[in-house]
């Protein structure tokens, strides 16, 4: 096969051209606006695929350019990076078919593809990013991208939701600024090295190393929905279903996800985070927000909002799994970066659907739904019980890594955080579970009458996704399985 | 005490004048006016440097520096002028 | 330095501090500008006095002359339009709240403070400074005038000059451009008296102006100065009503508001050539450009003048039009 | 060695029973009612070990004695009886049937101290059926149906008890040709004696089977009545088997067996039964059952191993102390708080009531933890087959017994006792806390109060915290859930979660509260500057103030000290043509 | 004879002969400023690639040289405002082409294109000058050029505004002109080469202040702002970009290069002008809170901009004015570039659902989606978000002031930016709500010319960005601040 060096920046330009294309498209070119999409999208899967197998032959990518003197734009493509562009761009296809049928008659299409190419654009930048600036430029752009699609209903609470969006994420993004300066002042670059940058700025400036930590931690952590700054994500489930569905699985909540990683792997180093001390605290704080999100969520009546108190709660396992500095523990966070967002795309689809097909937005509406929608809520089941942990699905091959590793980094409250918050999730997914397949629709009202409605386009890529989460889990130790994949990260970020 | 320190400090003089009434003046007028005499203050300080003991001639291009100075306030107050006409009208016909 | 002199020089400065006071002092507008053209002619004898008889006479002539004019025009405008015509009363020109006395206190002091901060810098200042006079002595032989202050203006500092034409030409714009519409008051009536004296002494100004310009080159005066005195011929005119500016006129009056801008730029860069830059006269044709270019420059300073004491645009209306916006 | 000081040991609660009958001389025996038993006590505290003492004239002749185990007995039951009569005289102040609850106490109480100090099996059997019958009485006493039914069930399994002891005493005594105690205990009695004795002494242990009566009993009877019952009487039980089955020289493998394994049930099935029970004394005795399971564990062990019983007899009168005061403190515990009427002083009371609680449970170093401890010890020269699941059990009594604690506190709390109306909250303080503090010393004076037996006492671990531990998380866990039941799930975890919800809101709410106001002001204050700086046209002040500030920022530092602002000699600074600036025409 | 004729002297001719042509024959305005612009933008063109083949380029006008001539120079720096100029101006006149179509508006195309050209060559003087003198004049030219402009509205509003802008006008040249004097007095000369290393002395102090405090009012520097919320609000549209976007910038570009030849910019005195940008920043960013009108809200976004302009020229001190001057110079051609889009895109919607107030914009079925996307672009880049060219100036901003641990200019910055989200998310929260809508809202209407300028605009002020290192070794040609990179 031939060698492309640009091949990432192709990569990239498959979201990013696509957008304004779609912006200029008029309202009523629907078919070639669906064609577009899903050609790009399919694109993107087979130019992802061709990078994953030179990436994995030890090809190495590297595209820079000069911004500003010493500082430079870079897009290089490590594993870690494939890791999580082809998270996106396989989800991004099946999304972009869901929100076709999703938005079949909705108003301001063009608008939201557009937007929603430019959001999948930014998040395969942050995942090519080669240095913290350029990731930078992504993550800001991610933010603005997706503010148009948070908002995209146009009624007050959704303002109100983009609003509260928009102020935490550019504060976040603010202080991420302030950090890249901080390290660029620091240690004269920015670029991601695996084992860090930082290492001889520590030993003599301890202090403000820290400081930086804190300041970049803090600023992907508003991403990352860690608490204290957890409060835009609930309230951003205003957004349309593929929307809340790519924010959760894919897009914002793992941009932070992903930087943190970045950050403390490759900007600090593990064994320089370390030495800071700071890998402990970071732990806690991301039990913390895994315990207090299992919580909050208990007790939300509203589907969506109850998805995203968990999302709160599971996407800090990455955090909790970067930060146990044990590399079994990392192979979990890693794996989980991809199992998480399996199941939690396939759960928001799944609402949509109840929301769409039934009307149902609301677990007390739930009953006997799976009667009603038996594939969807098949799917939402795999995806729940993949959640809470059980085997052979997703969610258990991160929790049991995750468990590892906290055996092997000597931290055995790991162990009763993670039973307690399977214990949680089970409190608040089974009822879910119960109340669609055990319990009788209302007669009237909020049931439904009979069997609804919906395309294709909405039935299939749940489905999908629940079958990906099977097969993620089942074939956890098969070749190129997203397990394999983070074993061979990180092995790299170890330097093993 | 020579003709340049005197009016030299005639000229800051004048200026200073003219900045508390460019500051103070409401009257749209007055503070074109007060303008007016701050450059004329500038004008002293510029011709006094030019000035020279008797019997050598003065430097000549701070007066064409003047002159030119004189053209530009002319022009610029004009415009004023203009301006508190056009204003007057209007607001002498709205209230009408 | 005799004495009496000196004291000529204290009182004529006590005399220009005190009018400037006075004339932002007084209430009534009407004495504020006399007494303002009272300090301008004083102050153009000051600079008599420093040896300065071109800026004495452009201040006289435009700066007290032509901006005088222009101030009692756009007050007596002020009074027709607000209905007080004729009234003696004092008139403010817009009713706003008053600033607090406070406020206006500590301008005062603030203004009390820079003027001593200037007076120091001032007296700091060296006594007989350096200058360009050795400069303008060795080149005033390529200038092609005798007048050191033409040379300077036309020639070692054209650029300056261009672009002061300029500023004039862009406030004739502007003020075309700001003012509109018949809603103007009628000239003050002139007696037969003032119409006489202006038939008697239209050529007379005409001369002086043109002379003014001529002397130019070797002594005080020149185009600044000659254009303004032909501009009183210009005001005189329209004062008289001898002139009513007509609709038809105005591609010409366009004309000759550019032309001395228009020829004074085209002669910069033409002369651009045979390894000269731009506004490097040829030493052979130096005096002959320089002439060329005042003339123009004259006209166009008269004209202009002119018309920003006249005003607006002159208009074409239909009777009972009151604005053409 | 003379009969005087029994007579003056058993002659004063007798003397004052009789005295009680007459009318005159009522308030005086209330009053001294607490000192009944002191003259016993004294014979046990200051008293040369052994003594004896006989009466062949009286009936069929009567043997009396004190050695160091039965002088330990009398030492805890009399102070018990004492804590109990200082009780009983407030508690019974204004009841009708106060006399003859006096009467029964006091009977009671005579049986009891002289079945401790009998040395012959008739005498014994005499106090014996004295002590329980009079309980009757006791039980009895308040005539609620409920009262009257636990007094049915206990004069039932009384009178089977009764039989069977005088059946097996009336064997062991043909057996061993003797009804002398010391004689009995060194005879291989039969094995259907040594069952029918243990069947008699199990009745008064509430070993189960044979526990039916005792918590009713106790739960019906008045406070200072089951304080008595549940703390002395049924310590009987074990004395009896201590004194007159021949353990330590003849091995009863089944009866062993059967006794441990029964230990065994009842210690837990004390439990199962005694968290559903809603009166805190039924708990209570619930509770005293499963303790007598523990001391049946040891006596089983005793019945088969021989050889160990040596070892365990010492442990098995510590816990016998053990229990007697730390049940004892929380019957009399249980009055005192039914006596107090404010919500804190019952917290008060319930605090206290937290240490016996916490005693009995087996805390670490109390004389529970040790207690335990040492019968672990013991019980390792005993059968090895058994060792483990003894040694288990014994951990997990610790947490049966926390559980049953927390249900005791937790149903005080709930179904809080009723005490007599006009009784002072304070007056019955006094006692509780008297066997309380006595509760909490006992490791501490045991190794000077028991001298020869104590050995095992100071030589144990102080016992782990775990057991006590674990019973208190699952009795809050069952807490919890009791609670989740009650209100139903939803309910529950949306208590559960109200705290991080209100927590939520109230910062939202501040937070909201913050930003209206601060956008309030963020509005009025830029509003009113920009309107005062418009109107006073401060824009055109600023000019000026900015002017002499940069005059004076400026002066201030580029002119330092020595620069003069007026040089005298001033140059042309710079040379005329100046190459910087024009580099490439 | 051949003329040779340096593109120097063009870029200030070229419009001066185009605003003659444009005021003599009115029907052909139009015309020929385009035709102007055009040749303009050549002549900056030419002179671009001679300073990029041979560094700063000068020409003694007139052959004097200076001190007694005039001379004029071309760096990096001055030919990126030139082309800054050029470029805007440019698509500013393309927005002014079909904004001025209407027959009612006959007397404003007639003389927005003579003011404009004069404007032009007010602000190419500037940029060439070395003469402090000379800098007075092209001062005035622009003064007047743009107070015409203000008012070409001809509204009350406009007027009042326009005389405001005038008195401060006027009376920010004569400091100027005072300050000309003082260091006539002191050097005898009025180059800037003259100025280089003057001892400090009372008067040159004086001729600082003087100056600083002139430039400062023309520039609109809190606290002499007072007069441009007023004046850029109530323009027409192009006018409000012109000045927003270009005018303010030439007083600017005047405070960098006396910083660049006057000695004694001191600590102190940076300290100050950091401190007035803190000001103007907060106080511009709070005043844009509150701003009931599109178009002021954009004006007093102005204000703050300027104030960060001048944050970043006090960075790092005095020590680090040598680099601190890229960065102010890096925000001076992105707010160019930016608020003139955002001008032209708030003139846009106002034109089109026919009001620009802030609280009612979301009560309108008519949404000029084009419009309001350039305005969110233009946003982008006043606040600094990624990849815009103002992101590139702040990072600058914020990199020197940290390297020299002035913590205080990045936490203004920070706050600055903060303020800004918050005022421009009040204008995007009115684009794109619905619920308020009573009739149903209207698609985006397809592809409008008059949107293609201020959206070119917008996307340069987006793009160049990630061209900002060649943008900076540009204006490092010549050396400006003396100081090789």
């Known amino acids: 096969m031939m060698d492309a060096p640009l091949l990432p920046l192709f990569i990239l330009l498959t979201s990013l051209l696509a957008a304004p294309i779609l912006f200029a498209l008029p309202e009523r070119a629907a078919r070639l606006r669906t064609a577009i999409n899903l050609g790009m999208a399919a694109l993107k899967v087979a130019l992802v695929g061709w990078l994953s197998i030179k990436v994995s032959q030890g090809v190495i990518y590297d595209l820079r350019f000069e911004m500003l003197p010493g500082l430079e734009f870079k897009l290089q493509a490590d594993p870690l990076a494939i890791l999580f562009i082809a998270l996106s761009a396989v989800l991004w296809l099946i999304t972009t078919i869901y929100s076709v049928g999703y938005l079949e008659h909705g108003p301001h299409r063009a608008r939201f593809f557009g937007f929603f190419s430019l959001c999948v654009a930014a998040t395969v930048g942050i995942a090519l990013s080669g240095n913290l600036f350029t990731f930078l430029l992504f993550y800001e752009l991610l933010t603005l991208a997706t503010y148009p699609l948070v908002i995209h209903r146009g009624t007050a609470e959704a303002l109100r939701a983009g609003r509260i969006y928009l102020i935490y994420t550019l504060a976040g993004g603010l202080v991420l600024l302030l950090g890249t300066l901080g390290l660029w002042v620091l240690a004269g670059t920015t670029d991601f090295v695996p084992g860090g940058v930082l290492a001889d700025v520590v030993a003599e400036n301890r202090l403000a190393a820290q400081l930086l930590f804190v300041v970049l931690i803090g600023a992907l952590g508003v991403k990352a929905a860690l608490v204290p700054f957890h409060r835009w994500l609930p309230i951003a489930m205003v957004a349309p279903a593929p929307v809340s569905a790519l924010l959760h699985a894919v897009a914002v909540v793992k941009a932070g996800a992903f930087g943190i990683m970045r950050v403390v792997y490759e900007v600090f180093g593990i064994e320089t985070a370390q030495t800071l001390g700071m890998t402990a605290p970071l732990a806690a704080l991301a039990g913390v927000t895994i315990i207090y999100g299992s919580i909050r969520a208990i007790t939300q009546d509203d589907i969506k909002k109850r998805l995203a108190y968990s999302t709160v709660s599971q996407v800090s396992y990455i955090t909790l799994g970067v930060a146990l500095a044990s590399p079994i523990a990392a192979v979990g966070a890693l794996a989980h970066l991809i199992h998480q967002g399996l199941m939690k795309i396939t759960m928001f689809m799944a609402a949509g659907n109840l929301a769409e097909g039934l009307g149902v937005k609301r677990v007390s509406q739930m009953d006997g739904v799976g009667r009603a929608m038996p594939g969807t809520m098949l799917a939402f089941t795999l995806a729940a019980l993949g959640m809470i942990g059980l085997p052979p699905l997703a969610g258990f091959v991160s929790k049991w890594y995750l468990a590892q590793g906290g055996l092997q980094a000597d931290q055995v409250w790991v162990i009763a955080l993670l039973l307690g918050s399977s214990l949680l999730n089970a409190i608040y997914f089974l009822p879910m579970l119960h109340r669609a397949w055990f319990r009788d629709a209302a007669p009237e009202g909020t049931g439904a009458p009979g069997r609804p409605r919906i395309g294709w386009m909405l039935a299939a890529p749940p489905v999908t996704t629940a079958v990906l989460v099977l097969v993620a889990g089942s074939f956890a130790n098969a070749p190129f399985s997203p397990l394999e994949w983070t074993r061979f990260i990180v092995a790299i970020e170890y330097q093993e | 005490m020579t003709p340049d320190l005197i009016y030299g400090l005639t000229g800051v003089a004048v200026f200073g004048i003219g900045l508390v009434g460019a500051l103070s003046a409401q009257d749209r007028l007055r503070r074109v006016l007060a303008l007016k005499l701050c450059s004329v203050g500038a004008g002293f300080l510029l011709v006094v440097g030019a000035w020279r003991e008797p019997p050598a001639a003065p430097d000549p291009v701070p007066h064409a520096l003047v002159i030119t100075g004189i053209v530009v306030m002319v022009s610029a107050t004009a415009v004023a002028l203009a301006l508190i006409r056009r204003l007057q009208t209007l607001e002498a016909t709205d209230e009408r | 330095m005799t004495d009496p002199l000196v004291i000529f020089d204290l009182l004529l400065a006590l005399a220009i501090v005190a009018l400037a006071a006075a004339s932002l002092s007084v209430r009534d507008l009407f004495s504020m500008i006399v007494l303002f053209i009272i300090f301008g002619l004083l102050s153009a004898l000051a600079w008599v006095r420093l040896s300065a008889p071109d800026v004495a006479l452009a201040e006289a002539a435009i700066g ?10 756009t007050l007596h405008h002020l009074r027709f339009a607000s209905g007080t015509l004729g009234q003696k009363a004092a008139y403010g020109v817009t009713p706003v709240a008053p600033v607090p006395m406070a406020v206006i206190m500590t301008n005062a002091v603030f203004c009390g403070l820079i003027t001593l901060g200037l007076v120091v810098a001032f007296l700091g200042a060296p006594a007989a400074g350096p200058g360009f006079d050795p400069l303008v002595a060795e080149a005033m032989p390529q200038s092609g005038v005798e007048h050191p202050v033409t040379g300077v203006l036309l020639n070692f500092r054209s650029y300056d000059t261009l672009m002061e034409v300029v500023v004039l030409l862009a406030a004739v714009v502007a003020v075309w451009q700001i003012e509109r519409g018949l809603s103007e008051a009628p000239a003050p009536a002139m007696g037969e008296v003032w119409q006489g004296f202006a038939r008697l002494a239209l050529p007379a100004i005409v001369v002086v102006g043109t002379y003014l310009l001529w002397v130019g080159a070797e002594a005080p005066g020149g185009a600044f100065q000659g254009g303004a005195v032909l501009a009183a011929v210009g005001l005189l005119l329209l004062l008289t009503r001898a002139y009513v500016p007509q609709p038809a006129h105005r591609g010409i009056a366009r004309g000759a508001f550019v032309l001395g801008t228009a020829a004074f730029a085209l002669v910069a860069l033409l002369v651009a050539s045979g390894g000269r830059v731009a506004f490097e006269y040829p030493l052979d044709h130096a005096k002959t450009l320089i002439l060329l270019i005042e003339g123009m420059v004259t006209i166009s300073i008269a004209v202009t003048l002119a018309a920003l004491f006249h005003g607006r645009e002159p208009v074409a209306l239909a009777k009972g039009d009151r604005n053409d916006t | 060695m003379s009969l005087l000081p029994y007579i003056a040991a058993l002659g004063l609660p007798l003397g004052l029973a009789v005295l009680l009958t007459w009318a005159q001389a009522r308030s005086l025996v209330w009053r001294v009612m607490p000192f009944a038993p002191l003259s016993a006590l004294a014979l046990a505290l200051l008293g040369d070990m052994p003594m004896t003492a006989q009466a062949e004239w009286l009936i069929l002749g009567l043997h009396l004695g004190l050695d160091d185990t039965s002088r330990l007995f009398v030492i805890f039951t009399g102070l018990l009886w004492c804590a109990a009569g200082a009780t009983a005289r407030h508690w019974m102040r204004d009841d009708p049937r106060a006399t003859s609850f006096g009467v029964m106490f006091l009977m009671a109480q005579l049986g009891n101290l002289g079945l401790l100090m009998a040395q012959d099996a008739l005498s014994f059997y005499a106090f014996f059926a004295l002590m329980s019958f009079a309980s009757y009485g006791l039980v009895l006493h308040s005539r609620t149906p409920q009262a009257l039914g636990a007094a049915r069930l206990y004069i039932g399994f009384v009178v089977l008890g009764e039989l069977a002891l005088f059946a097996g005493l009336a064997l062991a005594g043909a057996q061993a040709g003797s009804f002398l105690l010391t004689d009995l205990r060194q005879t291989a009695l039969s094995d259907i004696s040594v069952a029918l004795l243990m069947i008699g002494f199990c009745v008064k242990l509430g070993i189960m089977p044979l526990h039916f009566w005792l918590p009713p009993a106790h739960g019906a009877a008045p406070v200072p009545a089951s304080a008595v019952l549940s703390g002395a009487m049924i310590k009987a039980g074990l004395f009896g088997m201590i004194t007159i089955l021949p353990l330590g020289s003849a091995a009863y493998a089944d009866h062993g067996t059967v006794l441990m394994a029964a230990g065994m049930v009842t210690i837990f099935a004390a439990l199962l039964l005694g968290v559903q029970q809603a009166n805190p004394k039924a708990v209570l005795g619930f509770s005293s059952v499963s303790q007598m399971g523990i001391l049946a564990l040891g006596l089983g062990a005793g019945l088969m191993v021989p050889q160990a019983w040596a070892a365990i007899v010492p442990v098995l009168i510590f816990l016998a102390a053990h229990h007697a005061l730390a049940k004892g403190a929380l019957f009399l515990g249980t009055g005192a708080f039914a006596a107090q009427t404010g919500r804190v002083t019952r917290l008060v009371v319930t605090l206290a009531l937290l240490f016996p609680a916490l005693v009995l449970a087996g805390l670490p170093a109390s004389s529970g933890g040790l207690g335990k401890e040492a019968l672990k010890t013991a019980l390792g020269a005993a059968s090895p087959v058994w060792l483990p699941w003894l040694t288990v059990a014994l951990s997990l009594s610790g947490v049966a017994t926390t559980l049953l604690m927390a249900r005791y506190i937790a149903m005080i709390w709930h179904n809080p006792p009723k005490a007599p109306a006009n009784l002072a909250p304070e007056a019955v303080l006094l006692p509780f806390l008297l066997v309380s503090a006595a509760s909490l010393a006992l490791p501490a004076v045991w190794g000077t109060l028991a001298q020869t037996v104590a050995a095992p006492i100071r030589l144990a671990p102080s016992g782990a915290l775990w057991p006590v531990l674990c019973g208190v998380v699952l009795a809050a866990g069952v807490a919890v859930f009791a609670h989740a039941q009650r209100i139903g799930a939803g309910v529950f975890l949306s208590q559960l979660t109200a705290p991080f919800r209100a927590f939520g809101a109230r910062a939202d709410a501040i937070v909201a509260a913050k930003r209206r106001a601060a956008r309030r002001l963020g509005h009025s204050i830029p509003k009113a500057l920009g309107e005062t700086a418009d109107q006073w046209r401060l824009g055109q002040t600023a000019i000026a103030g900015l002017i002499v500030l940069t005059l004076a920022v400026e002066l201030r530092t580029t002119l330092p000290a020595e620069t003069a602002i007026f040089p005298e000699q001033q140059q042309h600074p710079m040379p005329l043509q100046d190459l910087t600036l024009t580099p490439d025409f | 004879m051949s003329v040779e004729i340096s593109p120097m002297i063009l870029s200030v001719f070229v419009p001066l002969f185009g605003a003659i042509a444009a005021f003599v024959l009115p029907r052909a305005a139009a015309l020929i400023g385009f035709a102007t612009l055009v040749l303009t933008s050549g002549a900056v063109a030419w002179l671009a690639r001679d300073v990029l083949a041979a560094g700063a380029v000068g020409l003694p006008l007139g052959g004097w040289g200076a001190p007694l001539g005039i001379d004029l120079r071309a760096d990096g720096l001055s030919v990126a405002m030139l082309a800054l100029t050029s470029v805007v101006g440019f698509l500013v006149s393309i927005a002014a082409l079909d904004s001025l179509k209407g027959p009612e508006q006959a007397r404003q195309r007639q003389y927005f294109w003579p003011l404009w050209l004069l404007l032009l060559t007010g602000m190419n003087g500037v940029y060439l000058s070395t003469d402090i003198f000379n800098l007075y004049v092209m001062i005035e030219v622009i003064a007047l050029a743009a107070v015409g402009l203000t008012v070409l509205s001809g509204s009350r509003a406009a007027l009042q505004a326009g005389l405001d802008y005038m008195y401060a006008s006027i009376f920010g040249a004569l400091l100027f002109l005072m300050g000309v004097g003082f260091v006539y007095l002191q050097l005898g000369r009025l180059d800037f080469a003259g100025l280089t290393g003057a001892a400090p002395t009372g008067a040159l102090i004086a001729a600082l202040a003087l100056i600083f405090v002139g430039l400062a009012l023309k520039t609109a520097l809190f606290p002499l702002h007072f007069w441009l919320p007023a004046a850029h609000a109530n323009a027409t549209a192009p006018a409000s970009a012109l000045l927003s976007g270009l005018v303010v910038k030439a007083a600017l570009y005047v405070v960098l290069r006396l910083a660049q030849y006057m000695p004694f910019p001191s600590e102190n005195l940076l300290t100050l002008v950091g401190l007035m940008g803190a000001g103007a920043v907060i106080w511009g960013g709070v005043q844009a809170l509150r701003a009931e009108r599109l178009k002021l809200l954009v004006a007093w976004s102005t204000v703050a901009q300027i104030g960060l302009i001048f944050v970043a020229f006090a960075r790092a001190g005095e020590v680090g004015l040598s680099e601190s001057w890229k960065a102010a110079a890096l925000l001076i051609l992105a707010h160019g570039i930016a608020k003139a889009a955002m001008f032209l895109a708030a003139g846009r919607i106002k034109d089109e659902i026919g009001h620009d107030v802030i609280r009612d914009l979301d009560r309108t079925p008519i949404r000029p989606t084009l419009a309001q996307f350039t305005f969110a672009l233009a946003a982008i880049s006043l606040i600094g978000l990624p990849p815009s060219l103002g992101f590139i100036g702040k990072w600058s901003l914020m990199e020197g002031a940290m390297a020299a641990g002035y913590w205080h200019w990045v936490g203004v910055t920070m706050a600055g930016t903060l303020l800004s989200v918050a005022y421009f998310s009040r204008v995007f929260a009115g684009f794109l709500r619905f619920d308020r809508v009573r009739a149903p809202v209207g698609e985006h209407q397809g592809w409008a010319l008059a949107d293609a300028a201020p959206l070119t605009l917008a996307l340069m002020a987006i793009g160049l960005g990630l061209l900002a290192a060649p943008v900076l070794s540009f204006i490092e040609i010549g050396y400006p601040f003396g100081v090789a990179p």
Do not use: E, F, S
Request: glycine share 20%.
């Open chain 3, 64 to 73: 007290t002359g032509v901006t005088g004019a222009l101030l009692l025009k």
